[in-house]
């Protein structure tokens, strides 16, 4: 009966343990890249990443059109609007982009790379909705960080409302959890503000951009 509570509560998505949410766990923990070629086609078909990431977020797996033997594994996943298919490779936990299912269009892509291959960002809007989805939380350390540059636990949590996630310093995939780097402009600098997502969310660090110093609250 709990289980059946949990399911109407919250939906296919708080039972981890099932099949399919494991592997939309993978992929969504995975370091995602496509093809030039790839790229090509899903600009052809009026779609973008994050058409692809609400498909990672809001779909199911399809196990009937899916190949899941050996360490190569082809998945399809659907969220009832694009279908499409993600190949992920378990001996180092990446994920390419695959096909498209279901597109008719002709596209001029022959000429696009089917081997150089690029990573996919999460789009900046759903980083900062997932974070803050997490449940956002306030810890003694981050006083010390608070009173180092004159902020308060409402602007910081603010800094999930508009602020610019600093990809190439983030680890969406880090262990035990992701961690990523977001920038709040200020009217006098620049604030980076270091958010983990745990079981809840939290600020690890906040530094000035451009400034070596760092404040004392380890």
């Not at 150089?116 to 997490?134: A, C, M, R, T």
Request: hydrophobic share 30%.
């Amino acid at each position: 009966m709990g289980l059946i509570a949990t399911y109407f509560m919250f939906g296919t998505r708080s039972c981890d343990w099932t099949p399919g949410n494991r592997v939309i766990n993978l992929i969504e923990h995975s370091q995602i890249s496509i093809s030039d070629f790839k790229a090509c086609e899903m600009e052809c078909y009026g779609l973008n990443k994050t058409d692809l990431f609400h498909v990672i977020n809001e779909g199911e797996v399809s196990f009937s059109d899916s190949k899941t033997g050996g360490d190569l594994k082809e998945y399809q996943v659907s969220n009832g609007e694009v279908t499409m298919t993600f190949h992920l490779d378990m001996r180092d936990s990446t994920v390419q982009v695959g096909q498209f299912v279901g597109q008719t269009k002709e596209c001029d892509c022959e000429s696009a790379s089917k081997e150089n291959l690029s990573v996919l960002y999460k789009p900046n809007d759903l980083v900062l909705q997932q974070l803050v989805e997490n449940e956002f939380q306030i810890t003694s350390r981050n006083d010390c960080y608070f009173k180092c540059f004159k902020v308060d636990s409402t602007y910081a949590r603010s800094v999930l409302d508009d602020g610019l996630v600093l990809n190439d310093y983030s680890f969406p995939q880090g262990k035990p959890n992701p961690t990523f780097w977001i920038q709040k402009v200020r009217a006098s600098d620049t604030l980076w503000f270091q958010f983990e997502k745990g079981t809840k969310t939290r600020i690890q660090q906040i530094v000035r951009k451009n400034d070596p110093i760092a404040c004392e609250c380890d």
